[in-house]
């Protein structure tokens, strides 16, 4: 009866290692990993919507410098270019 007992803690010994070394891997770790998952997948989802607002910021602000630009390298002397900026915006709507 001793030697059986022996093998079984030795047997329960050799599970409980072989779960250790596997944790997140085994059928039991479903649930866990699944909601880990689900956490990344948000996290992704707000930095590709931060990226692409950056990216939509970008742009504008690409625009508007270039439509400053354009208007510096057309400045008639002796007028402002606030003026002409302010006509240019306005006229395009």
Not at 69 to 85: I, Q
């Amino acid at each position: 009866m001793a030697d059986v007992r022996s093998k079984l803690t030795d047997q329960e010994e050799k599970v409980r290692l072989y779960k250790d070394h596997h944790v997140g891997e085994l059928p039991s770790g479903l649930a866990g990993n699944i909601q880990i998952l689900s956490g990344k997948q948000s996290q992704l989802q707000n930095e590709q919507d931060a990226l692409s607002q950056a990216k939509q910021r970008r742009a504008y602000l690409e625009s508007v410098l270039n439509q400053y630009n354009s208007v510096a390298a057309t400045t008639k002397p002796g007028e402002t270019r606030w003026a002409c900026l302010h006509w240019t915006r306005n006229s395009s709507v």
